[in-house]
C-alpha cells in the first residue's frame, strides 16, 4: 500500500465532495451525497482520516430539527432505502417524507460509498476532490497509478456496529438534527437500532444537559438480535470460507479487475438460503426445471453437444471417450472453477522445465503405450486385479495414479490454467468402458437442471457484479461481533459532567467480564434494562419507545431472540409478521410492516404527525423519487438492485 502524507491534508471540519468513492457507489441511481470527517476514532482505538460516509436524505428537517427518522440498512444493502424498502417509502407510509427528514446512512465497510476495502486508504484524492484541488488530486492520480495502490484492500481495520452509530450521528449533527423522531432497521440494521439509545441516550452523551431529554424518541428493530447468535456465526464462516477457498482471493490482495467470483457467488448462494425458508423454496420451485447455464451444456472438452451428439457415431474409442467426457461433464454441472475450465480448454498445466504438474496420463485406458509403459514406471503402483464380477476399480484402471513422492504444487494461476493442456479426464466409466464392448448408444443428454439451482446460480452471478468480497467479509465478521453487552456487563449510570461525545456514552463500565453463559445472561438483561420504561431521574433521560417486530418464520434470526429483546426491555411491544418467506419477510411483507409499524410510530410520535405536511410535489421533485401509485397505494416503484432479496420480489 502506498505511504499517504494525511497529515498535510486534513480538512478542518466535516465537508462535503462529490463521489463516487467505489466502483460499487458508481452503480447506485440518484443523488448519493459523500461527506469527509478529518478523522475519527474506531472503537478499537484505530484513528481513521479523511474518512467518507455515503448517505441519502427525502424529505425536509422541520423548524424544531426533530422529525429525523433513521433507517439502517442490512447486509448488503445501501443508503438508497426506495431500492431495498421503496413500498415502504412514500406519502402516508412508514417512511413518509411529507412529514419525516428520512437519513440513511452507508456503514463502514460497505462497497456503497462509504470508507470500506474498496476505498482509497486515508482518502487522500477525496480530500483533494472536497477542497477543489485539481493539482493536488492530479498528483495522487498520478503517485496511485505505480505500483501498490492505496486502496484498503484486506488492510481496512475491523469496525463494530457501534462505530457505524457514531460515525452516522456525526452526519446527523452535520445536517442540524437536534433529536431523532425514530430509528429502524432490520437484520444488521436492527442490530444498529439496538445500539443507538445505548451509545446515545442523550444527544451529548457524557454532558450534565438540563431537563435530560430524550435524544431517540422510538426505535424498531426488526428481524435481529441483541447478540449474533452461533447459528448466525457459523453461517458466516462457512461463506467467508468460501471465498478464501478461491483462488483468486489472493489473501484479499486480489486484482480489482479480476475478483473471486466463483468463491463470493457460493457465499451468496449459501446466505440466500438463510434468508429464506423451506416452504418459501418448495412453494417457488418444487422439483420444476429450470435454464442450463449460460451458454449451455458443453462436455469438458469444450465442444458444443451437438457436435458432440455427431462423435457419437464415430469408432468405439470415440465413444468410450464421449461416454468419460459426458460422465465428468455431467459431474461438474455449474463447476465454474478455473481449473474446470481448464479441461474444458483441453490444455494441461506444466512446470517451467516443461513438465507436466500432473502424473503421468500413461495408466489412460486410451493410451495404446499403456501396457508398455506401466512397467517402466516405478513411482507408480501397476499392479491390476480382476474377479469374477468384472474389472477390478484398482487404482490403475479407475483413477489417476498415486504416486510414492509429493508432486509440485497444484496452485496455480489463472494464465498458467488458461494457457496449458490436460489430459482427458480418467473415471471409473471410462476404465470400465475400455475393457467391454460398448454397444451403440443415444448420446448422453444435459444432466436435468432445477429451477431452485439456476434461481441460486443467476443471484450468485448478479452479486459479484455489485459487490465487493473483501467487504462481504468485513462486514459479516462487524455482525459476528454484535453484542450489546459486550463492554457493558458492569453499566452504572455516570453523574460525571465531563462531555465526551465520541465514544462513551453516559454509562460507565464497571466489573469484570462474565465468564459463563448464565453471566453473560445476566449483563444482557442488565444493559436492556437500560431501554426499559422508568421514571425520568436527574442523571437519566426516559428510554425511547421500543416496537420489536418477529417474522414467524425465519430461520437465521429466529422469533424466541426477538422474543427476548422483548422480556428484557419492560414496556417495549412485540408484533409478530406473518410470512412463509423466512429471515427475508422485514424485506417482502410490505403491507404488514406499513401497518404495524405506521400505527406505533403515529401513536408515540403523534406531535409530528399532529403537523402540517410538507409539499409532496416539491419533495419529490428535489429527491428524484420515483414512485407509481397514490397515497397508501402499493404501487410499483422499480425492481430492487441493491437491497437482499433482489428479484424475490418486484414492486
Given at each position: 500500500m502506498a505511504s499517504l502524507h494525511y497529515q498535510d491534508h486534513l480538512l478542518p471540519a466535516p465537508t462535503e465532495f462529490p463521489g463516487p468513492t467505489s466502483p460499487q457507489s458508481s452503480l447506485l441511481f440518484g443523488r448519493q451525497r459523500y461527506l469527509l470527517f478529518p478523522r475519527f476514532t474506531l472503537e478499537s482505538g484505530v484513528v481513521l482520516h479523511n474518512l467518507p460516509i455515503a448517505f441519502k436524505t427525502w424529505g425536509r428537517l422541520s423548524d424544531q430539527n426533530d422529525n429525523a427518522l433513521v433507517v439502517c440498512h442490512a447486509l448488503t444493502g445501501s443508503a438508497d432505502v426506495e431500492d431495498w424498502w421503496g413500498p415502504l417509502l412514500g406519502v402516508g407510509k412508514v417512511f413518509d417524507y411529507s412529514r419525516f427528514f428520512i437519513v440513511c446512512c452507508n456503514v463502514l465497510g460497505s462497497p456503497y460509498g462509504s470508507a470500506s476495502p474498496c476505498t482509497q486508504a486515508q482518502g487522500e484524492s477525496y480530500w483533494a476532490n472536497a477542497i477543489n484541488t485539481h493539482s493536488i488530486h492530479k498528483a495522487t492520480q498520478e503517485k496511485q497509478q505505480g505500483k501498490g495502490q492505496a486502496w484498503w484492500g484486506p488492510e481496512f481495520p475491523a469496525t463494530t456496529v457501534r462505530d457505524d452509530v457514531r460515525l452516522q450521528k456525526l452526519v446527523l449533527e452535520y445536517l442540524g438534527v437536534h433529536s431523532i423522531a425514530a430509528v429502524v432497521g432490520g437484520s444488521m440494521g436492527g442490530m444498529a437500532v439496538l445500539e443507538w439509545p445505548l451509545v446515545f441516550p442523550t444527544r451529548f452523551p457524557g454532558q450534565n444537559q438540563k431537563g435530560n431529554q430524550r435524544y431517540i424518541q422510538a426505535i424498531v428493530p426488526l428481524a435481529t438480535s441483541a447478540r449474533h447468535s452461533a447459528w448466525c456465526i457459523s453461517w458466516a464462516e462457512a461463506q467467508r470460507q468460501?471465498?478464501?477457498?478461491?483462488?483468486a482471493f489472493k489473501h484479499g490482495y486480489y486484482d480489482p479487475d479480476q475478483p473471486p467470483r466463483n468463491g463470493l457467488s457460493a457465499a451468496r448462494m449459501a446466505a440466500?438460503?438463510?434468508?429464506?425458508s423451506r416452504d418459501s423454496f418448495e412453494s417457488r420451485f418444487g422439483r420444476r426445471v429450470g435454464k442450463a447455464l449460460k451458454g449451455g451444456y458443453a462436455g469438458l472438452n469444450g465442444v458444443p453437444k451437438k457436435e458432440e451428439e455427431q462423435s457419437a457415431k464415430k469408432v468405439d474409442e470415440d465413444r468410450r471417450s464421449s461416454l468419460a467426457q459426458d460422465a465428468a461433464a455431467a459431474h461438474n454441472e455449474g463447476n465454474l472453477s478455473p481449473r474446470v475450465k481448464s479441461y474444458c480448454s483441453n490444455t494441461c498445466p506444466t512446470n517451467s522445465n516443461g513438465t507436466s504438474y500432473f502424473p503421468s496420463s500413461t495408466h489412460h485406458p486410451n493410451n495404446t503405450n499403456n501396457n508398455n509403459n506401466n512397467n517402466n514406471n516405478n513411482n507408480f503402483d501397476s499392479n491390476t486385479s480382476t474377479n469374477s464380477n468384472g474389472p477390478s476399480l484398482s487404482p490403475t484402471a479407475t483413477t489417476p495414479p498415486v504416486p510414492n513422492t509429493p508432486h509440485p504444487p497444484t496452485e496455480l494461476s489463472d494464465e498458467a490454467l488458461s494457457n496449458t493442456t490436460l489430459p482427458p479426464p480418467v473415471t471409473a466409466v471410462a476404465a470400465v468402458a475400455a475393457q467391454y464392448s460398448v454397444e451403440p448408444f443415444s448420446p448422453s443428454t444435459a444432466p436435468q437442471i432445477f429451477s431452485?439451482?439456476?434461481?441460486?446460480?443467476?443471484?450468485g452471478?448478479?452479486?459479484?457484479?455489485?459487490?465487493?468480497?473483501?467487504?462481504?467479509?468485513?462486514?459479516t465478521r462487524k455482525m459476528d461481533s454484535h453484542d450489546v453487552a459486550r463492554n457493558r456487563w458492569g453499566w452504572y449510570i455516570s453523574t460525571s459532567?465531563?462531555?465526551?461525545?465520541?465514544i462513551t456514552s453516559v454509562c460507565t463500565q464497571v466489573g469484570e467480564r462474565p465468564e459463563n453463559d448464565d453471566q453473560e445472561d445476566e449483563a444482557?438483561?442488565?444493559?436492556l434494562n437500560f431501554l426499559?420504561?422508568?421514571e425520568p431521574s436527574e442523571h437519566k433521560a426516559q428510554p425511547p419507545a421500543v416496537l420489536v417486530v418477529s417474522i414467524e418464520s425465519d430461520g437465521l434470526f429466529a422469533p424466541p431472540e426477538q422474543?427476548?429483546?422483548h422480556r428484557l426491555i419492560k414496556g417495549s411491544r412485540f408484533v409478530s409478521v406473518r410470512s412463509s418467506d423466512g429471515h427475508d419477510g422485514f424485506l417482502l411483507e410490505f403491507e404488514q410492516i406499513n401497518e404495524l409499524v405506521g400505527d406505533f410510530l403515529k401513536q408515540v410520535l403523534a406531535n409530528i404527525y399532529e403537523r402540517v405536511p410538507d409539499d409532496v410535489d416539491r419533495i419529490m421533485l428535489d429527491h428524484e423519487i420515483h414512485q407509481i401509485g397514490g397515497e397508501g397505494q402499493q404501487g410499483v416503484v422499480k425492481e430492487s438492485v441493491f437491497g437482499e432479496v433482489e428479484d424475490v420480489t418486484r414492486w
Open positions: 468460501s471465498i478464501y477457498s478461491d483462488p440466500l438460503l438463510t434468508y429464506r431452485a439451482q439456476s434461481y441460486l446460480r443467476y443471484q452471478d448478479k452479486f459479484v457484479k455489485r459487490f465487493d468480497a473483501n467487504c462481504y467479509i468485513h462486514l459532567t465531563t462531555s465526551c461525545s465520541e444482557l438483561l442488565h444493559v426499559s420504561c422508568h422474543v427476548l429483546i
